[in-house]
């Protein structure tokens, strides 16, 4: 597959340079050239593959002839190696859990295949790189998981200090090894800001090998199609399902509707939106205006200024009204989600996490619109993840899976440092 820049399609790449140079020149997004279409007999088969056939068939056309068949096999048996449950809630309403990975986040798949991607990549190369990434909470977590030990791959994560869960600290604080933490005595801003300064650096940038493993990357992006199958196969319902996705930088919505595009039925998509809601707007008005991030209790969803918007209208080839015939999107409160959160478990036992809420109220109301649909919304995080807001809202404790338990035995390394980047670069050696 060759890759093009959306600021630029006259260049072009291979899967390779676009995952090891993560975006075009001028931050351009790296889109695939084309996007192939499935033959009918895989869709129609689709629930007599594994899940790991599954994915070394989705993904084949978009890392060939980068990864050879034999090393993508091994990719992915170390990808896709839990579970992906789909649940039923309501007659109409199913969830896919996508939280059963090593740190509970769907970003599990795409940080682990990314990091394997890289891992190969680099083999030969003599040469390391820097995974410099800022974290409001989840991605850290997945990242430092998924580099943990990769060889060749230092990783270097940024978060607020005192202004992430103690899981979450946990999470990014315990491996150390190729992974470290940097406390920035400031805000998520202040650190995403440091790490834009540092990609802009271009003497350090080259020195240390920045990349990144935000869902800009196509081995990130691109991998997540995978959910959109793995929930195909356990769909019960003769009619296609409608899709709601709890989305911040839309990652993970976009590669489902790439999926859709190669003929996955999907009936439509919901865009599910916290208050941080451009995207919705943009589809009721056609007019996209980006908007500074309001903080709310699904925070990983707090975007103001979604990062795959422009590889979302790229889906649709640019065509409003054809974007608009397959996806919807709403945004909600979080008194809302804190609500449907209690009431889901009250009535139907069921816990969800906020993010996953927001994904179920935006389903909801798209099927009380249309009657007759059915829908599946993904729960992208486990609930223990996000113990405050799930206690306030059910009054109860959540169950702390033993994984997380075993974390809290674990002694925290970090180092501190001020929101200045001085104090980056003298930390980076
Ligand atoms: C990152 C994240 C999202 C948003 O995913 P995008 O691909 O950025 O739209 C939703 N829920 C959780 C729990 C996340 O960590």
Redesign the pocket.
Same mark, same amino acid.
């Given at each position: 597959m060759k890759y093009i820049s959306l600021k630029d399609r006259n260049y072009t790449v291979d899967f390779e340079q676009a995952v090891v140079m993560g975006q075009a020149p001028e931050r351009g997004l790296f889109y695939p050239a084309h996007i192939p279409a499935h033959n009918q007999e895989f869709l129609q088969n689709l629930k007599s593959f594994s899940r790991e056939e599954v994915a070394f068939r989705v993904l084949q056309p978009f890392v060939a002839p980068s990864l050879s068949d034999d090393e993508l096999r091994r990719i992915v048996s170390e990808t896709v190696n839990f579970d992906f449950p789909l649940r039923q809630i309501h007659d109409r309403v199913f969830t896919l859990e996508l939280?059963h990975g090593p740190t509970m986040?769907?970003?599990d798949v795409g940080a682990r295949f990314m990091s394997r991607c890289l891992r190969y990549f680099l083999r030969n190369a003599g040469r390391k790189v820097t995974v410099l990434v800022a974290t409001s909470?989840?991605?850290g977590g997945?990242v430092a998981d998924a580099f943990y030990e990769v060889e060749g791959v230092d990783v270097v994560i940024l978060y607020p200090k005192g202004k992430v869960s103690e899981l979450q600290e946990l999470q990014l604080t315990t491996y150390g090894g190729n992974v470290r933490a940097l406390a920035v005595e400031g805000d998520f801003d202040a650190c995403q800001a440091l790490v834009k300064q540092a990609f802009a650096h271009e003497a350090l940038s080259k020195r240390l090998g920045l990349t990144s493993a935000n %869902?800009i990357n196509v081995a990130r992006w691109l991998s997540?199609q995978v959910y959109y199958y793995f929930a195909l196969q356990q769909w019960p319902l003769a009619q296609p399902p409608v899709v709601s $996705? !709890?989305? @911040?930088?839309? @990652? &993970?919505?976009?590669?489902g509707m790439v999926a859709w595009k190669r003929g996955l039925p999907v009936q439509k998509f919901v865009a599910a939106c916290n208050e941080n809601d451009a995207f919705a707007a943009y589809v009721t008005t056609g007019i996209f205006a980006a908007r500074p991030a309001v903080a709310t209790v699904?925070n990983?969803?707090d $975007?103001g200024d !979604? %990062? &795959?918007f422009l590889r979302v209208l790229e889906v649709f080839d640019n065509r409003y009204g054809d974007l608009k015939d397959q996806v919807v999107s709403f945004g909600f409160s979080s008194a809302e989600t804190l609500e449907a959160l209690r009431q889901v478990f009250r009535e139907k036992g069921y816990l969800m996490?906020p993010? @996953?809420a927001v994904g179920y109220l935006a389903l909801r109301k798209y099927l009380e619109e249309e009657p007759g649909t059915a829908g599946l919304f993904?729960e992208?995080?486990h609930p223990a993840?996000?113990e405050d807001a799930v206690r306030k809202a059910t009054g109860s404790d959540v169950e702390m899976p033993e994984a997380m338990r075993e974390l809290a035995r674990k002694k925290k390394h970090m180092d501190t440092i001020r929101p200045q980047f001085d104090d980056l670069v003298e930390a980076l050696g």
């Open positions: 939280f986040a769907f970003k909470g989840d991605t997945a %869902s997540q $996705v !709890p989305s @911040g930088n839309f @990652g &993970n919505i976009c590669a699904s990983a969803m $975007v !979604p %990062s &795959n996490d993010h @996953g993904l992208t995080a993840k996000f």
